[in-house]
C-alpha cells in the first residue's frame, strides 16, 4: 500500500521552541517535499530533497530546515519556532505520475 | 515565472447541478497540468492530469478538465455533483517533467444536498 505518513497530526509549541515534524513513505521514492498550506496561499514549497542528503531550497525556507539520512524519512525542522509559523505542513513525495501527500500536521506556534 | 490562478475561492452548487472550477495558468509553454481534491483533514490527492493530446482529460469520480493553449485555461468540470465532492480542490502547474509543482491557491466547493 503506497503512504506517506506524517507524524504528530496536531502539536502545540511555543515561540522560541524547537519543533521536528516527522515524515515517512513506503514507496522508496527518491523525491520528497514540505509544504506549508494557509488560507488563501495554497501550498507553498518549503524544501525537496532528491535523495539522502541532497536538499534544496524551495520557495519559502527561512525559518525551516531539513533533514534526510534515509531515502524513506524526511524530517522538517523548526529551531526557535516563530507564531507565523503557525500552519499546517504537508509532506509528500513524488510517483512517476503524481505526488503523494501525507494527512498534514497542524502546527500552532504560541 | 510560471503561476496558477484559481479566481473563485469558493463556489455553492446544489447537489445534481453541473460544476465548473475555473483555472488559468501563466506558462510560455505547455505546461504539465494537474487538479487535486483535498477532503477534510487529508491531504492532496489526484484527480486528473494533463501533458498533451487531447485536450478533455477524463479523471476520478467523472471529473474532467479541459485544456486551452489560447485561454491559458484548465478548467475543472463535473455533470452532476455530489454533497461527497465538497472539498478543496487544487489547480497546479509544473513546467516540465522534473519541475517544481505550483499549486493555485484552491478552491472551496460546497455542494449544497
Known amino acids: 500500500d503506497m503512504k506517506v505518513t506524517q507524524m504528530p497530526r496536531y502539536l502545540i509549541k511555543r515561540m522560541g521552541e524547537n519543533v521536528l515534524l516527522e515524515c515517512g513513505q513506503d514507496?522508496?521514492?527518491?523525491?520528497m517535499y514540505w509544504y506549508r498550506q494557509d488560507p488563501g496561499l495554497g501550498l507553498q514549497l518549503i524544501y525537496i530533497?532528491?535523495?539522502?542528503?541532497?536538499?534544496s531550497e524551495g520557495d519559502i525556507p527561512k525559518g525551516y530546515r531539513v533533514s534526510r539520512k534515509k531515502r524513506e524519512h524526511f524530517s522538517l525542522i523548526l529551531d526557535s519556532a516563530k507564531t507565523n509559523q503557525t500552519s499546517v505542513y504537508f509532506c509528500?513525495?513524488?510517483?512517476?505520475?503524481?505526488?503523494?501527500f501525507g494527512s498534514g500536521t497542524r502546527l500552532t506556534v504560541l | 515565472a510560471q503561476s496558477v490562478t484559481q479566481p473563485d475561492a469558493r463556489v455553492t452548487v446544489s447537489e445534481g447541478a453541473s460544476l465548473q472550477l475555473r483555472c488559468k495558468y501563466s506558462?510560455?509553454?505547455?505546461?504539465?497540468l494537474f487538479w487535486y481534491v483535498q477532503y477534510p483533514r487529508q491531504g492532496l490527492q489526484l484527480l486528473l492530469k494533463y501533458y498533451s493530446g487531447d485536450p478533455v482529460v477524463q479523471g476520478v469520480n467523472s471529473f474532467e478538465a479541459e485544456f486551452s493553449k489560447s485561454n491559458s485555461s484548465f478548467h475543472l468540470q463535473k455533470a452532476s455533483v455530489h454533497w461527497s465532492d465538497s472539498a478543496v480542490y487544487f489547480c497546479?502547474?509544473?513546467?516540465?517533467?522534473?519541475?517544481?509543482?505550483?499549486f493555485g491557491a484552491g478552491t472551496q466547493l460546497i455542494v449544497i444536498p
Open positions: 509528500a513525495s513524488k510517483g512517476a505520475e503524481t505526488l503523494y
Open positions: 497546479a502547474l509544473r513546467g516540465s517533467a522534473l519541475g517544481r509543482l505550483h
Open positions: 506558462y510560455s509553454a505547455t505546461p504539465y
Open positions: 514507496m522508496s521514492h527518491e523525491t
Open positions: 530533497s532528491y535523495d539522502v542528503d541532497s536538499n
